[in-house]
């Protein structure tokens, strides 16, 4: 049986799984995403693609994994190593372009130094669009040929599944401008879609409005420590009735619907499927994002658009990264030109 190391390199967190040719997370775990670190003396500070090497041997290194692969009988096949990056991606190079929201990644050769460290042929994808494929895979677009996967986590991402294949593209769903000169943006933009909808909105929302003197349950978890607030405070404290926090999920909800009402108005889609670490506010959000669709997208199109919650577990994006690898793999030995992985 082949195997595949998967890698999803997020805003805030970094996950890494072994997973099986059909799809089944053998073995999974989960880091902060690194920064740069000067912590010890007499070292070098470690360029984040360097921790994040020593991560991924670390991960292989536990006895997790090393119990899958050297299961019985024989070792395991492993076919090589796929990455999502959040970012754009340089596909020929392997290289990421621009990446807003880990910008120590940008121009970073990825392919070429985990090849270099891991000896097996490596994959670059932008992690919606790894997790888009993995919905495609095993997920909930099993059975859709056209769908639209938006990753709600730090940012917002995007990825198209088109008649059946991976759309490798940029689909940077989450930097489209919603508000004419609206909040700036990391990616050096202003009133982008991410700005409104994500976790990352959700908490500068909150805290400027704590700054003005709204009252919320939210100065109490934090200790009066604003920027101590999470998303996942955020969401306890709308679920314990805080008005503040209904309020920015409501907001998030009506921004997302825009969004997805915009592109369901361009797009051919069959459906537009909600995942990421955000996900669990399903029920806070859906329904601010049905109205706008209903109010905004043609209708003849509208209506034959279903709008799905993600079925997949909190390994999606590596998951998705890993099956993205076996593809590659498959394809590369059946001769296709187009994919290449090292």
């Known amino acids: 049986m082949k195997i595949a190391i998967g890698m999803d390199i997020g805003g805030t967190e970094t996950k890494f799984v072994l997973a099986s040719e059909k799809g089944k997370v053998l073995s999974s775990h989960t880091i902060a995403t690194p920064s740069s670190s000067d912590k010890e003396k007499d070292r070098e500070p470690k360029k984040i693609e360097e921790l994040l090497v020593m991560s991924l041997r670390e991960f292989l290194d536990s ?48 392919r070429e130094i985990f090849e270099k460290e891991f000896s097996m042929p490596v994959v670059i994808e932008n992690d919606a669009n790894v997790y888009a494929f993995g919905e495609k895979w095993i997920g909930a677009g099993r059975d859709l040929s056209s769908f639209l996967v938006l990753t709600l986590g730090t940012g917002l991402g995007g990825g198209l599944i088109y008649k059946d294949e991976l759309y490798e593209g940029p689909v940077e769903v989450g930097h489209m401008s919603v508000v004419p000169s609206g909040r ?139 099956g993205f690898l076996l593809s590659k793999i498959s394809s590369s030995r059946s001769g296709d030109p187009s994919s290449r992985t090292s």
Do not use: H
């Not at 859906?286 to 279903?306: C, D, M, N, T």
């Open 63 to 110: 006895d997790a994994s090393r119990a899958v692969l050297s299961r019985s009988p024989g070792k395991q096949e492993v076919a090589g190593i796929g990455i999502g990056v959040a970012g754009l991606i340089d596909r020929n190079n392997g290289n990421v372009i621009q990446s807003p929201n880990i910008p120590a990644l940008n121009n970073v050769p990825l």
């Open 184 to 322: 700036y943006c990391p990616c050096g933009s202003y009133g982008c879609l991410e700005s409104y909808a994500s976790g990352r909105a959700l908490v500068d929302r909150v805290i400027s409005s704590l700054e003005k003197g709204t009252e919320s349950l939210l100065s109490k978890l934090c200790d009066g420590n604003f920027y101590r607030i999470t998303p996942k405070m955020i969401y306890q404290a709308a679920l314990d009735g805080d008005n503040l926090s209904r309020e920015v999920f409501r907001e998030s909800g009506q921004f997302l619907g825009i969004g997805v009402a915009s592109l369901i108005n361009v797009l051919d889609l069959e459906a537009v499927i909600i995942g990421g670490g955000l996900v669990g506010a399903w029920d806070l959000i859906i329904g601010e994002v049905g109205q706008e669709v209903s109010k905004r997208a043609f209708k003849p199109l509208s209506a034959k658009v279903k709008i799905l919650k993600s079925g997949l577990t909190n390994d999606a994006g590596a998951l998705g990264a890993a």
